[in-house]
């Protein structure tokens, strides 16, 4: 304190607004971040939902015809989408139909599809949904993103 009584009142001044402002900045950051810390998995999820319809609607044919040429031509089409890890379409008895990495590697798919839905687990967002063709479920699309 005996630093403060030592400076002229020009420099107390602009030592209050300075602190004040810093605050506010340090404030803010923390609002930024803790609002992009829970919207940003909300999002994703919402883009990976909408990205498992197009590709569903896609491999409908495929499925009908079992041709798993056609249907993993479809799940290469994910390359671009750099934050999904690995895709994977299923058949009406819940083997693997299809599938798709990233890096190319064999993934570690789950055996069989769980129940439709998002599912947040260790950084990442799985995404199961049916895929129908006329109101009838004829598998299934599994999508694994990075968040």
């Known amino acids: 304190m005996r630093f403060l009584r030592n400076i002229t009142i020009k420099s107390k001044l602009m030592l209050i607004i300075m602190l004040t402002s810093g605050a506010a900045v340090v404030l803010a950051c923390a609002a930024f971040i803790g609002y992009e810390s829970v919207e940003l998995p909300k999002d994703t999820a919402a883009e990976l939902a909408t990205l498992a319809e197009m590709t569903a609607a896609h491999t409908t044919a495929p499925l009908s015809f079992e041709d798993h040429r056609?249907?993993?031509?479809?799940?290469?089409?994910?390359?671009?989408e750099i934050h999904?890890?690995?895709?994977?379409v299923y058949d009406k008895a819940g083997r693997i139909f299809a599938r798709y990495t990233r890096d190319g590697g064999a993934g570690s798919f789950p055996a069989a599809p769980r129940q439709p839905g998002q599912y947040f687990e260790r950084g990442t967002v799985i995404l199961f949904n049916r895929i129908q063709l006329d109101g009838e479920v004829i598998g299934s699309i599994y999508l694994l993103s990075d968040l």
């Open 84 to 88: 999904i890890i690995e895709a994977c």
């Open 70 to 80: 056609s249907a993993e031509e479809t799940l290469t089409a994910l390359r671009p």
